[in-house]
């Protein structure tokens, strides 16, 4: 991928990729997709971790350079996934906003039909299509492709394009990518986010303000120094006390977050794993009034 920003949507599907070798009551997520949307190279990368020492040795070495990553990216995919099958009976539409290589959708379809619209940069939106072509033959009927860029393209005009409708309770998911966003690219997603249908849910990511602005590394220097200073790619950040007071004014109301604590104690702890979870990155949950 040309982008740097755009190839940032391989690394969470790796990680999905390598789960399923694990056993079912030890898996932190479970995507039988993950592997066959992955590039051919990295398919073949992710087959060799079907031995646990590879996949040990493989965890160690992310958590060497993102401790507490290979946690928070696994439990954060289970979390979002969780709550959209949760609130499935009632909403009538998916958004997936940066949806890079997630599955959630073409799992989705196979059992519903409820539209599902992914956005992403028009670089990864034309790999999705090729992606999926080769791995399902087509993209289902249910799945819309949208190309926008959230920093200066009109998400709402671009999803009414493809299909959306405003007056659809709508699960909108923003998973790993309000780091990558100027504050204006926020605000103006948001600004969007604020139309949405009442009774609308919005599962969202964020990386800590503190640690964007260098104040707190929770002990993760190496990806400070990989995603600020070498290649700056993380710009916002927020603070979990105060995401409730920053989501407000778009008319959304926080109904719960899943930092850490609320990871450890859902999944990695019954799972048996011997994992820690980042403080660096958090999960929102929010419905719309
Ligand atoms: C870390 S990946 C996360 C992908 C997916 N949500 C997941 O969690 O597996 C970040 C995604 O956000 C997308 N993205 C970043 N900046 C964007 C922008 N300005 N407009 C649209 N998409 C953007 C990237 O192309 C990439 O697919």
């Not at 999705?128 to 087509?138: D, E, F, T």
């Not at 997603?189 to 990511?205: C, I, N, Q, Y």
Request: charged share 25%; aromatic share 10%.
């Amino acid at each position: 991928m040309s982008e740097p920003v755009a190839a940032t949507a391989i690394g969470p599907m790796v990680l999905a990729a390598v789960e399923q070798y694990e056993p079912v009551q030890r898996r932190l997520v479970d995507d039988d997709l993950a592997c066959a949307f992955l590039p051919a190279g990295l398919r073949a990368f992710t087959r060799a971790t079907r031995w646990s020492v590879a996949r040990r040795l493989l965890i160690q070495a992310t958590e060497r350079s993102g401790p507490g990553l290979w946690a928070n990216l696994t439990c954060r995919k289970r979390y979002i996934g969780d709550k959209l099958t949760q609130a499935l009976p009632n909403i009538d539409a998916v958004v997936i906003l940066g949806a890079g290589l997630d599955t959630k959708g073409y799992r989705l379809a196979r059992h519903s039909t409820v539209p599902v619209f992914e956005v992403d940069l028009p670089v990864n939106i034309e790999r999705k299509r090729s992606v999926v072509r080769a791995a399902l033959g087509a993209v289902p009927e249910s799945v819309h492709l949208v190309p926008v860029d959230f920093e200066h393209d009109d998400l709402a005009a671009e999803l009414t394009r493809c299909g959306h409708r405003r007056e659809h309770r709508t699960f909108f998911i923003w998973e790993g990518v309000t780091q990558y966003l100027s504050a204006d690219g926020v605000a103006s997603t948001f600004e969007f986010l604020s139309s949405a249908a009442p009774g609308s849910r919005l599962a969202f990511t964020y990386v800590r303000s503190d640690f964007v602005d260098g104040t707190n590394r929770y002990g993760a220097d190496s990806l400070y120094r990989r995603f600020r200073v070498r290649s700056q790619l993380w710009r916002f950040g927020l603070d979990p006390d105060r995401v409730a007071a920053f989501i407000e004014p778009y008319g959304w109301q926080l109904v719960e977050q899943a930092g850490p604590d609320y990871l450890t104690g859902h999944y990695i702890a019954p799972a048996g794993r011997k994992l820690t979870a980042s403080q660096v990155e958090w999960t929102a949950y929010a419905k719309k009034r």
